[in-house]
């Protein structure tokens, strides 16, 4: 089943500022556990990239950050925005996964902050980066698909890049991995779409070990 956007003019260019890599809330500097399984060899070549990129396109993003931010922009009370942060932060499996929402969040609370936009209450804490975006693409009135389009492509356009500088790829077989994942993210919107409440969040195992094992590496390397 095809999403169907419907957007107006100047929401479509508040999306494009909300997803841009040149937001600065530093996606592209996270890898996400992949980093640690490029170095391990996990991931050697672009088309392991894929593959572990559409893993998590269909289970991670379509499971846990897309249908938390249908939540969300559905929100009408500062207690739902403090529930739903709560569960988007939850469901973070490892200390490092959980450190990179938030610091997303709190850069993009500053951005939102300079733009002149007022975030909850809720929001002004450990805040999660899938609410502060929904809470912008709900303030600039971006329909709920195109925002989830919006942060299903932020995350993919991050992700490659950071793959791009470690495997090491070359632009065009970036390019090329955009291409060839692109259509998956309107699959994943329909499938968030089914995605009750109480089913928000999916385990995966690997990433959470390259999650773990990659925040510990780095601490003894800070420690020695």
């Not at 500097?29 to 980093?35: N, P, R, V, Y």
């Not at 009135?141 to 992700?159: K, V, Y």
């Not at 632009?171 to 009750?196: C, S």
Request: aromatic residues 8%.
């Amino acid at each position: 089943m095809a999403t169907t956007i419907t957007t107006t003019d100047l929401a479509l260019l508040r999306l494009l500022q909300l997803s841009s890599v040149s937001l600065p809330v530093g996606g592209y500097a996270f890898s996400q556990g992949l980093e640690y399984a490029i170095d391990s060899g996990w991931v050697r070549k672009a088309d392991q990239v894929e593959e572990w990129l559409e893993l998590q396109l269909l289970h991670a993003q379509a499971h846990t950050d897309l249908p938390l931010l249908r939540l969300a922009m559905q929100a009408d009370s500062e207690q739902r925005w403090q529930e739903l942060n709560d569960l988007s932060l939850a469901c973070r499996e490892t200390r490092e996964l959980r450190l990179t929402d938030s610091a997303m969040g709190e850069a993009l609370r500053r951005v939102l902050k300079n733009l002149g936009i007022e975030v909850p209450e809720a929001l002004k804490q450990e805040v999660s980066f899938i609410m502060l975006f929904a809470f912008a693409a709900w303030h600039w009135q971006i329909d709920a698909d195109a925002a989830a389009l919006g942060l299903g492509w932020s995350w993919l356009e991050n992700q490659v890049a950071a793959a791009t500088k470690l495997v090491p790829l070359g632009q065009t077989q970036a390019q090329q991995l955009l291409n060839d994942l692109q259509p998956l993210l309107p699959q994943a919107i329909e499938i968030a779409k089914g995605v009750d409440e109480e089913f928000v969040g999916v385990g995966l195992p690997a990433l959470a070990i390259a999650s773990s094992l990659h925040e510990t590496q780095y601490s003894r390397l800070f420690r020695s």
